[in-house]
C-alpha cells in the first residue's frame, strides 16, 4: 500500500488504533484539543474482538435481522473465534460495539415491526444520507421509482401506496426510460431486498427501510411525515384517534394499552375505536399480525 | 471496469449530500499554503486561508479582545475542518465497504469523485484512516494494485471457518430453516401431482410440530411465512380451487420455485426423506427425467445465443478498435 502506515504497532484486536484517541496531526496548533470532537478522547471505545468484527460482517451481508437470529449470529460468533469466552448480554454486546462505530457516523440501531412489534436490527447512518445504501444495488431510475413509491407512502393515510398509482408515475422517472411491465419487477425486487413490504396489491416500507431511512425521511418530508405520539418515532403504519388525530404504532398501542381496560386517547381523552393488538410476546400462541383489523379501521376514517 | 449501473447510481449519492445540508459549514482545505474558493456549503465561518492566517495570530498575540475572538474563531475552524475530514474518512469507509459487495475493484479516482471531492490533496491521509478503521473495526483489509497502484479492494482478514462453521453461517438470517420448510411444501405439492390443498399443507406441517399461528423459533410466524412471504417472493403460487363448497385453497410451485429448483432435485429430497430411490415413485420419476429434459434444451439454447451474441460483440469492438481496459 502506498498510503502512511499505521502510527504504531499494536496486538492483533487489542487496543484501539491510535488515531480515535488522538486529534489529526494535519494543521493542528500545537497543544489543540479538540474536546467537543466525537473522537476526541473524551469518551472510551470499546474494544473490538474478531467475535465483533464477524458479527458486524455478517449483519452487514444481511442488512436486517430479527432479533432472534441477532442472538444466534451472536453464538455462532462466540463459537468460531472465542469458544471458551462467556456470551455477553446481547445489549451490552451491541452498546461496545456502537461506541467504536460512533466515530464512523454508523450505528447497529433496533427497531420493531410496525404490524407486530417484533424486534429487529439494523446496520444505519447516522450522518443524514439519502438512499444510498440502495444506490449500489440499484440504476437511477430504479432508485428515482423507489423515491416515488416512498412519497406516495408517506402521503398516504394508510401507510400504503397502491401498485396502480406507483406504476402511473413510471414517465416521471429520472435516468432511462422505464416501462411499467419493467417497474412492477423493480417493484419485487425491492421486496425481495427488504425495502418495501407487499400486502394485497399495496406496498409500505419494510422495518429495514425505516430504520436506515428515517433522518432521511423526516428530513426531506418534514411537513407530510407521521410521528408516533408515544414513542415518537417515524411512523407509516398505525391506528389514529378519530377525534384529534394523533396516531401510534400497532405495538405502541399494545403496550400502551395493556393494562388498561377502557383505552382512552392519550391526548384528548375520547374512547380509542381501534382493536387494541397483542403485546409481541415470542412465546405465547397468536394470529400473526392484526394489520388487517387495523387497516380496516384506518380505512373507514378516511370517508 | 466501471458498470454503467453504479455510475448511475453513485451521483444521486453525492448530488443529495450537497443538497441536504447535513454537514455543518465547512472551512476551506487544510493545506496551509493554499488558498481555496470556499466550498459551496460554506456558511458563517471566517473566510480565513488557515496556514496564512497563523503566523499573523500568533503576532497578533491572544490577549486583546479581538486576539481572543481571533483565535476563538479559528478554534471554531479547525473543528469544523477536522469534523469534515472525520466525516469523509466515514463517508469513504461506508462507499468501500458498499462498492466491495459487488466484488468489483476501487479505483482512486472514483474515490475522489464520488466522496473526497475537494478535500483530494488529502486522500492518502483520508485512504489511510479509512483503511485502519476497515481494518480495526471490520475486520478488513484495504489492498492497493494494478499498474498505478491507484486501484484496491478488500481482503477478509477474519480467520477462514471450518465446514460446519461455513453451514452454520449458511443457515443464519433465517434463510436456511425456512427454504428447508419451503421444500418440504414443494415435495409435498409435487408428489400430489403439482398442486396440494391448503389443509393438506397444514397438516404436514403440524406433523413436523410447525402450528400455522405459534411463533416457531426458526420461522417466525409459519402462517406468515408460508401464505404472505413464500407467495410474495414468488416460491408458491396460492389460488382458490373452483368450484368448491365451502371454498378450498391450494399450493402450486410459483414462478421462481421453477427457476431455483427442479422437480428432480424435490424428488430426490423426498426420496432420501423417506428412506428410497426416486425411481419408487414411476409417474413422478418420468415426469421429473422430462423437466430434466426440457431444462438441458433451454440451456443448451441460451449458451449458444450467448455465443454468438459474444460472438459479434468481440468482432464489432476488433472493428472500433477497443481493446481491455
Not at chain 1, 135 to 150: H, I, M, P, V, Y
Request: proline share 6%; glycine share 6%; charged share 30%.
Amino acid at each position: 500500500m502506498g498510503a502512511p502506515s499505521p502510527r504504531s504497532p499494536r496486538p492483533e484486536g487489542a487496543a484501539a488504533p491510535a488515531f480515535l484517541l488522538w486529534p489529526p496531526a494535519v494543521g493542528a496548533a500545537p497543544g489543540y484539543r479538540a474536546l467537543s470532537h466525537p473522537q476526541g478522547g473524551t469518551r472510551r471505545a470499546g474494544v473490538m474482538t474478531d467475535v465483533h468484527r464477524r458479527f458486524l460482517q455478517l449483519l452487514m451481508t444481511h442488512g436486517v435481522l430479527e432479533e432472534w437470529d441477532v442472538r444466534r449470529l451472536q453464538k455462532h460468533c462466540y463459537r468460531v473465534h472465542d469458544r471458551t469466552g462467556a456470551v455477553e448480554e446481547l445489549e451490552d454486546f451491541i452498546n461496545n460495539i456502537n461506541s467504536v462505530l460512533e466515530s464512523l457516523y454508523i450505528e447497529i440501531k433496533k427497531g420493531a415491526t410496525e404490524d407486530d412489534g417484533r424486534p429487529v436490527y439494523a446496520l444505519v447512518n447516522l450522518a443524514t444520507t439519502s438512499v444510498s445504501k440502495m444506490a449500489s444495488d440499484f440504476a437511477e431510475n430504479e432508485l428515482d421509482l423507489f423515491r416515488k413509491a416512498l412519497e406516495l407512502i408517506i402521503d398516504s393515510d394508510t401507510g400504503f401506496a397502491s401498485s396502480t398509482n406507483i406504476l402511473n408515475l413510471v414517465d416521471q422517472l429520472k435516468g432511462k426510460k422505464m416501462r411499467k411491465k419493467e417497474a412492477e419487477q423493480v417493484l419485487q425486487k425491492f421486496v425481495q431486498n427488504k425495502w418495501l413490504i407487499e400486502k394485497e396489491g399495496e406496498f409500505t416500507l419494510h422495518s429495514r427501510a425505516i430504520l436506515e431511512m428515517e433522518q432521511y425521511i423526516r428530513e426531506t418530508y418534514p411537513d407530510a411525515v407521521k410521528i408516533c405520539n408515544i414513542c415518537h418515532s417515524l411512523l407509516i403504519q398505525g391506528q389514529s384517534c378519530e377525534t384529534c388525530g394523533i396516531r401510534m404504532h400497532l405495538p405502541c398501542v399494545a403496550k400502551y394499552f395493556q393494562p388498561s381496560l377502557e383505552p382512552r386517547c392519550p391526548h384528548c381523552n375520547d374512547y380509542w375505536p381501534h382493536e387494541i393488538p397483542e403485546v409481541f410476546d415470542p412465546e405465547k400462541e397468536r394470529e400473526a399480525g392484526p394489520s388487517k383489523v387495523s387497516k380496516r379501521s384506518l380505512r373507514s376514517r378516511q370517508h | 471496469m466501471l458498470q454503467k449501473p453504479e455510475s448511475e447510481a453513485l451521483p444521486i449519492l453525492q448530488a443529495e449530500g450537497e443538497k441536504d445540508g447535513g454537514r455543518d459549514g465547512e472551512t476551506q482545505a487544510l493545506t496551509a499554503s493554499q488558498k481555496e474558493v470556499p466550498s459551496p456549503l460554506l456558511q458563517e465561518t471566517p473566510k480565513e486561508d488557515l496556514g496564512a492566517r497563523r503566523e499573523e495570530g500568533a503576532a497578533e498575540s491572544a490577549l486583546t479582545p479581538k486576539g481572543v475572538r481571533t483565535l476563538a474563531a479559528k478554534a471554531l475552524a479547525r473543528r469544523r475542518a477536522y469534523r469534515r475530514l472525520d466525516r469523509t474518512v466515514a463517508e469513504l469507509v461506508q462507499f468501500l465497504l458498499v462498492k466491495d459487495k459487488k466484488k468489483s475493484p476501487i479505483t482512486r479516482s472514483e474515490m475522489v469523485k464520488y466522496v473526497i471531492g475537494d478535500l483530494k490533496d488529502l486522500f492518502p491521509e483520508i485512504i489511510a484512516r479509512a483503511a485502519e478503521h476497515l481494518r480495526y473495526v471490520f475486520g478488513f483489509e484495504l489492498k492497493q494494485f494494478g499498474r498505478k497502484h491507484h486501484t484496491y479492494i478488500l481482503i477478509n482478514k477474519l480467520k477462514p471457518l471450518e465446514e460446519e462453521e461455513e453451514e452454520e453461517e449458511e443457515d443464519l438470517g433465517g434463510d436456511g430453516p425456512r427454504l428447508g420448510l419451503l421444500i418440504m411444501i414443494l415435495g409435498l405439492i409435487y408428489m400430489k401431482g403439482n398442486s396440494a390443498r391448503e389443509t393438506q399443507v397444514w397438516e404436514m406441517l403440524r406433523r413436523l410440530g410447525v402450528r400455522p399461528s405459534k411463533y416457531h423459533f426458526l420461522f417466525g410466524y409459519p402462517k406468515r411465512l408460508v401464505m404472505e412471504d413464500f407467495v410474495q417472493q414468488r416460491y408458491l403460487n396460492y389460488r382458490q380451487v373452483p368450484h368448491t363448497n365451502p371454498p378450498e385453497c391450494e399450493f402450486s410451485w410459483g414462478p421462481r420455485s421453477n427457476l431455483e429448483i427442479s422437480k428432480m432435485k424435490v424428488l430426490g429430497f423426498v426420496a432420501k426423506l423417506h428412506k428410497k430411490e426416486p425411481q419408487h415413485w414411476p409417474v413422478q420419476y418420468r415426469e421429473a427425467l422430462a423437466d430434466e429434459a426440457d431444462r438441458a434444451r433451454a440451456k443448451a439454447r441460451a449458451e449458444a445465443s450467448m455465443r454468438a451474441r459474444a460472438r459479434a460483440r468481440a468482432s464489432a469492438s476488433e472493428r472500433a478498435g477497443i481493446g481491455p481496459w
